[in-house]
C-alpha cells in the first residue's frame, strides 16, 4: 500500500529551526525541487491498495540522491534523516519526524528505482523543467569525460584465475553438475594459498596449477555439463582470465607474459572493470563517464548535463560520442547543432559516427597532434599538397606519392631516398637511425590538412576557449560523488552518474531561479 509522508508538525518545531537553512543551499533546493516535481502518486503503481502502507517514495529518492552527493553510505544517509536538521528540511520532515527508516529500505528501493530506469527519468525530468523555462537550446554542446574509481578491487593474475575457478565450481554445484578432479582441492577456501611467497619457484608452481585447473574446468563445464546461463557466463569469465596473461615457456608449462593483454579483465568481482588512462601520468581501474554538457554563459542561462553513458575505462571517448548524442535526442527531444570537444573526438571517424545518428550534428574538436619523438621534425613541418599528391621536406625536397600503393587503411607510406638523406644537412632534426625519413599518408589526409589551416586562425581559437567551460560542470560533479565508484557493475555506476548529474542539475536551475523558492516550515512537501 502506497504510504504518504507526514504532514503535520509538532512542539520541536515551534522555535522555528528551518530558518536556519541558507535558501540557496542544496538541502533547500532540494526540498524546492521535492515539492515542484516529485509525488508519491508518481509511484502508486508500485502498490496494491490494501496492506501496510509503505516508506513514501518521495522521501526515499531525494534521500538516495542526497546520499551520492555527499558521500553518505545507506547507514549513514538513514542516520542524517534522523539526525541532522537539514537533511530533516530537505525531506520536508518534522523535527521529530514520524516515520520509520532502515537501509534496507534503501537497498529495496534501490532495486526497484533500477528496474524502471529511475535515474534516466529523473535526469530527463530536469532537463524537461529546463525546457519549459527556455533554458534549454540546441545550438550547441560541449562533450568530456572523466574517470570514476570501481568500487571493486583490482585482482592480480593469481587471485583472478583462483576466484574465477571458486565461482565455477559454486555454480556447478548449484546446478548439481559434479565437480571435475582437480590439482588443488582449497577453492572454497577465501584465504590465499599457504605457499612460501616469496619463493619465485613456489608462486611458478601455483601459477600452473590455477592454469590446468582452469582449463580442466572450462572443458568440463560445456557441451553436456553447459548448466544454466549463469554457469555458462562463469565459464566464460573462467576461460578470459585463465588465458589472458600467460604464455608457454621454454620447459612445457606457462608463465605470465610480460605484457598487458587488451582489454584485459582486472576483477572478477566487477569484470567490466577495465584500466584507464585519463592522461599518461593518471591510471584508473574502473569507469568513464561521458557527458554533454549545454554551452551557456553562467551570465546568460543554465549550464545543464544533457546527456550521461558510462563505459569501461579503456574505451575511447571518440567511440561513446554518437550514442552520446542519440542520448541527447532521446531526453530533450532534439539534438545539437554542433558538439565541441578536445582532441579526443577530433578524428573524422568521430564526426562520421555522429553524422550516422544525426545528420544534422557537426563536431569541433582540434585535429590530434602530430607525434615529436625526440624532438625531431613532426609531420607538420612537412609539405602535404593533397591535389599533386606531392610531399615537401623541411629542407625542400620533394616526394610524389602517386604510384605508392595504399595499404588496407588507406594509408600510404612515402620514403625519402637513403642517398638524400645521408647528405641532407638537417637529418640530425629529422631522422634517428640509419634508416630515410617515411611519412604516413592518410586516405582523409586532405579533410586533416584543411582543418588545421582552421583551427590556426585566432576566429577559431575563440570559438575553441568556449569547451573548457565543461571542465567546471565536472568539476562540480567530481567533488559531489562523481570520481568513486559506489556499486559494482556499470550499470549500477551509470545509476549513480545520472543521480549525480541530476543533483547538479537541480542546483543550476535554482540558481538560474528555474525552481520555485522552498516554503518555509516542515511538512511543506507535496504528497499528492
Known amino acids: 500500500m502506497l504510504g504518504h509522508r ?12 528551518y530558518k536556519r537553512i541558507p535558501a540557496r543551499s542544496v ?3 532540494m526540498r524546492a525541487w521535492t515539492a515542484a516535481h516529485l ?44 539526525y541532522d536538521d537539514r537533511v530533516k528540511f530537505a525531506l520536508g520532515l518534522s523535527r521529530s519526524p514520524e516515520i520509520t527508516l532502515d537501509r ?24 524537461t523543467v529546463a525546457a519549459e523555462a527556455g533554458l534549454l537550446g540546441a545550438e550547441e554542446d560541449l562533450v568530456d569525460s572523466f574517470m570514476v574509481a570501481g568500487a571493486a578491487a583490482r585482482q592480480g593474475t593469481l587471485t583472478l584465475i583462483r576466484r574465477a575457478v571458486a565461482a565455477v565450481l559454486r555454480q556447478g554445484a548449484a546446478d548439481g553438475i559434479p565437480a571435475p578432479p582437480l590439482e588443488r ?24 596449477e590455477l592454469v590446468t585447473d582452469g582449463r580442466t574446468c572450462g572443458a568440463w563445464y560445456t557441451g553436456a555439463r553447459a548448466g544454466s546461463e549463469s554457469l555458462q557466463q562463469a565459464v566464460q569469465l573462467l576461460a578470459t582470465v585463465t588465458e589472458q596473461d600467460i604464455e608457454p615457456d621454454p620447459n612445457g608449462g606457462v608463465r605470465i607474459a610480460q605484457r598487458v593483454a587488451a582489454d584485459r579483465v582486472i576483477s572478477t568481482v566487477d569484470p567490466a572493470m577495465r584500466h584507464g588512462r585519463k592522461t599518461t601520468a ?42 552520446l548524442v542519440t542520448e541527447r535526442g532521446a531526453l530533450t527531444g532534439q539534438v545539437p547543432r ?78 625519402w631516398a637513403a642517398v638524400t638523406c645521408q647528405a641532407c644537412p638537417l637529418r640530425a632534426q ?20 584543411a582543418a588545421r589551416q582552421q583551427q590556426a586562425t585566432p576566429e577559431w581559437q575563440a570559438r575553441y576557449r568556449r569547451r573548457s567551460h565543461v571542465e567546471h560542470v565536472q568539476a562540480q560533479q567530481s567533488r559531489h560523488g562523481g570520481r568513486q565508484g559506489r556499486y559494482w557493475g556499470e550499470r549500477k555506476t551509470l545509476w549513480q552518474e545520472r543521480l549525480v548529474a541530476v543533483a547538479y542539475n537541480i542546483m543550476e536551475l535554482a540558481r538560474v531561479a528555474a525552481l520555485p523558492r522552498p516554503e518555509p516550515g516542515p511538512g511543506a512537501v507535496a504528497c499528492a
Not at 502518486?41 to 502502507?53: L, S, V
Not at 534496507?104 to 532537463?127: E, F, I, N, P, W
Not at 577465501?190 to 616469496?198: G, H, L, Q, S, T
Open 6 to 17: 507526514p504532514s503535520q508538525t509538532s512542539f520541536a518545531d515551534t522555535d522555528e529551526w
Open 39 to 82: 509525488h508519491d502518486a508518481d509511484f502508486a503503481h508500485w502498490y496494491a491498495e490494501t496492506g501496510r502502507p509503505s516508506i513514501p517514495p518521495s522521501l526515499i529518492v531525494p534521500l538516495l540522491i542526497l546520499a551520492l552527493r555527499q558521500g553518505w553510505s545507506d547507514q549513514e544517509a538513514v542516520d542524517a534523516a534522523f
Open 282 to 323: 593518471t591510471k584508473v581501474d574502473g569507469y568513464k563517464s561521458h557527458q554533454l554538457t549545454q554551452s551557456t554563459p553562467p551570465a546568460q542561462g543554465a549550464r545543464l548535463v544533457t546527456a550521461v553513458l558510462v563505459s569501461p575505462a579503456n574505451v575511447a571517448d571518440g567511440d561513446r560520442l554518437a550514442a
Open 185 to 208: 582441492t582449497d577453492y572454497a577456501e577465501r584465504r590465499r594459498p599457504a605457499i612460501p611467497w616469496a619463493d619465485p619457484a613456489a608462486r611458478q608452481a601455483l601459477l600452473q
Open 27 to 29: 538541502w533547500a533546493q
Open 104 to 127: 534496507s529500505t534503501l537497498c529495496k528501493y534501490r532495486g526497484r528505482l533500477l528496474a524502471v530506469d529511475a535515474d534516466r527519468l529523473l535526469l530527463r525530468q530536469t532537463l
Open 338 to 415: 554542433q558538439v565541441m570537444g578536445d582532441t579526443a573526438y577530433g578524428p573524422t571517424t568521430v564526426q562520421a559516427a555522429v553524422t550516422a545518428v544525426a545528420p544534422t550534428t557537426t563536431v569541433v574538436a582540434p585535429v590530434p597532434p602530430t607525434n615529436n619523438h625526440g624532438g625531431l621534425f613532426p609531420k607538420t613541418a612537412f609539405l602535404v599538397d593533397c591535389t599533386a599528391e606531392t610531399v615537401t621536406c623541411p629542407h625542400g625536397v620533394l616526394v610524389a606519392y602517386t604510384a605508392v600503393r595504399p595499404r588496407q587503411d588507406g594509408r600510404r607510406v612515402v620514403r
Open 430 to 449: 629529422c631522422v634517428a637511425g640509419p634508416r630515410p625519413r617515411s611519412l604516413s599518408i592518410r586516405a582523409d589526409e586532405a579533410v586533416i590538412q
